[in-house]
């Protein structure tokens, strides 16, 4: 990751070590030391909250920037991450998704990026580490042409401490695809201009709505990108089965029950989509590169003859339900697909080949709930439910779990 | 330090002034400053930050040759200046949030050394609750790296632009919205504060150095000398605010400098944690009569007032008096009443 | 696709044994993915890792459930881990120990099993005469070599000297050539046991 993102030539890299991201950082640092970079400058900051803001001025005064985090990470950025938006600014995040605390959790799920699919970002998910490496190149061509910054989002340990096979793009193909940064407007002293200023109601509502804008606009983007960088690379920057550049598409065509994920689960479903294949069920699953914007138009194309879509979903919204599978509804709006959300995966529980085939069965069968916890201690949850419903304790829940774990 | 001559700056045109070396006369009475804070902003009649700043960044303009980059924190200079869509800022100018002024200056410095242009130089802005609270942690950060960023904190002892509550640089007994002057203890407690100043000594940075807008003279030099170096720098500014402060509007620059006589406000200079030059006080004032034309001390004077205060912020300005060696009584300039 | 499951305990080289296992697995021509089954760093933890080769591009990511072969990198796990959840009857084990099945206590567990697929390898000896520490990893991976054919040791031995500085990537070949020789001369007293 560390050697496709020196390729872009950053100008600035600024980290705050989380885990699972610290070794991108930790092999730029040696790149920058070594020389390889120019006079890109590695800035150790204190906090994410400082990287985020370190990487503003950097880019409001033309330079390259990149960063990453996970996690709590993300969070302690938030502010300056819709700064960074709102300023238009084309940073450049990788986002080691991890799950979100409390209670602390470092392996992976989508809870961390989820929870800013609305900061304006750009969001792109990787299935794979060729994918991962490829997306940081389209990253920073999206971000520059748009005005806007991108998150490339990677499972947490799953992909980021994977070692597999991945071809490294050339240095000149980077710089082909990727010119110098020429900033729509910067800090400089020869063409002053005010950055950041307060503005009120009689135009905030325009800015906005100029950041949706654009976001549309890179709906039509990234698929033109997305050929010129086959033209260039060789292989789409979506990776294996990718349609468009925002969607990735599997047995899809003829396909009654259709799954749809993002990230590195994509992989281990289409094991799963070949094996029951075999047996005669006709089913496939849609990837999701693009989530923001989220590319209704894609979606609702690939899918629209499905009988069954089951979403797999390895983050939720507490209090509802499904995340992506509410902007999966908006997508298949007045027609007759049965919807179902699976979590699965939240806090690194792996998602096997056999819970994925569960789903489908029960899909099958009709008896897939709307929403549903894949692999659910459901014996577990009921007897602390029990538990709540004879004497209310307050507190941390995962603590409660623990506490009669000597009675009983 | 400067202002060796005792007679009062007027203004450009005053025949005093003209009798003055070129060099010796303030930037702001050149015809040729920048004005990077030129009129138009929205401040309140007597403002010290709009004062403060406008002498500071004109003084760094003149010291960079106008090669200078400015990011403000959020608070009323950010507010006052940009008014969107007008602006005030004759230079390049960044506001992003509250707390990381120092980290986006860090960054813009970081870019310029990028693109090998380390002669635009950057200037970091904020007022003390943006410097003292929430931007402590990257203020440090950008210290404890030696960015090369020249960070002014004006001071007006409280967060003005939500309204006037307390903030870690209140001195104790100050009335504020969220230190109100009533019970038993009114006003902000006595703790030992946050001295900020202090702060970026102990961190060993090139320069430190503190500034009242009551000696306009000698802040352009400080923000002269400091643009003269390279790495982290701290100047941190009085800057009274009438409407926090209760005073007058037009009493700014004699509160300032009552802040100074009476020892509450040492001015120095720092070098590498060290102190290098002390302006010693002139005409050494008791604490009330810097207090009392504040109305946010009003709860200390009068028949039910709180002495008992007054004698503690006595203490602490004879306390600041002794350690920071303010006043050389022998020295004293007596001609003064 | 062939599945190997790695367990061991931090510090000992588990996640470099798989990493290595897939470069190896490159070198030869064929897919192949390695992963830990992460922990927060702790020396002394057990650490699980996993290794997936094909001929085919590998696409799942979940933990080998079912492994093909599996290497015990420290016999002490056997207490405490469930080491052999999952294992197919003719999964290949290899185990760092210098004990015997029945010394381990598991005589009853190999009953059943294909003895030629079962080995008791003294890799943490091994290594600590060619590497100075009792580091199996690399030799562990010389006997996998050898005992399941499934890479060449010359990729094993490119593996680790693509990885570790010269003079430790020399002892730590040195150690996965002696155990790979230990397999094959093991391999031919049985078989000569056999045919007499």
Redesign the interface.
Known sequence: MAETVAACRP??V?AYPISPQTHIVEALDEIVRLGELG???F?????E??AM???????????R?YTATASQGLLFMV??LY?ASG?GLPIVMTVANRAIGAPINIWNDHSDSMSQRDSGWIQLYAQDNQTASDLHILAFRIAEEVSLPVMVCMDGFVLTHAVERIDLPEQSEVDQFLPPYTPRQ????S??????????PE?FTEVRYLGHAKQVQALELIPDLAEDFVKLFGRRAGGEHDLDGLVTSYQVDDAEIILVALGSVIGTIKDVVDEMRELGTKVGVLGITSFRPFPLDSVRTSVMHAKKVIVVERAFAPGIGGIVSSNVRTALRDTSIKISTAVAGLGGRPVTIKSIRGVVVQAIDDTLPELTFVDLDVELINRELERNRQQRRSGPMAENLLRDVGSR | MSTPLKFYQVGSFAVGNRLIDEADLSVQSSTSRSNSLTSGHRACQGCGEALGARYAIDAAMAATD????A??ATGCL??FS????E?S?????????F??AS??????????????KSD?RVVAQGGDGGTVDIGF??L??MF??N?DVLYICYDNEAYMNTGVQRSGATPPGARTNTSHAVGEHPGASFTQGKNLPLIAMAHGIPYVATATVADLHDLEAKVKKAMGMRGARYLHILVPCPLGWGSRSEETIKLARLATESGLFPVFEAEYGEITETKKIRRRVRVEEYLKPQKRFAHLFGANGHSEMLSAIQAIADKNVAKFNLWDSEEADTNHG | MFQVRIHGRGGQGVVTAAELLSVAAFQDELFAQAFPSFGSERTGAPVVAFCRISKLQIRSREPVMEPDALIIQDSTLLQSVDVFAGAAPDAFILINSTKSFNELGLEEFFENRQSERSLIVPASEIALRHVGRPLPNAALLGAFAAITELVTLDSVLNAIEERFPAKIAEANADAAREAHEFVLAGRKVAEHASTN
């Not at chain 1, 910067?186 to 002293?189: A, T």
């Not at chain 1, 063409?191 to 009120?200: K, L, N, Q």
């Open positions: 100008a600035v600024c006079t890109c400058q800035v150790n900051v204190e906090s909250f400082s803001s370190v990487a503003i001025g950097a880019s409001a005064t033309g330079a920037v502010e300056p700064n300023l910067l800090l400089d002293p063409d002053p201009m005010s950055i950041g200023a307060m503005v009120g135009a | 106008g090669k200078l980059v990011v403000n950010e507010v940009t008014p969107y869509p602006t800022w004759r230079l390049p100018w960044i506001h992003s949030l707390g990381n980290a986006v200056a860090t960054g813009v410095a970081a870019a310029l050394k990028a693109q090998g635009i942690g990257p440090s950060g404890e790296r960015d």
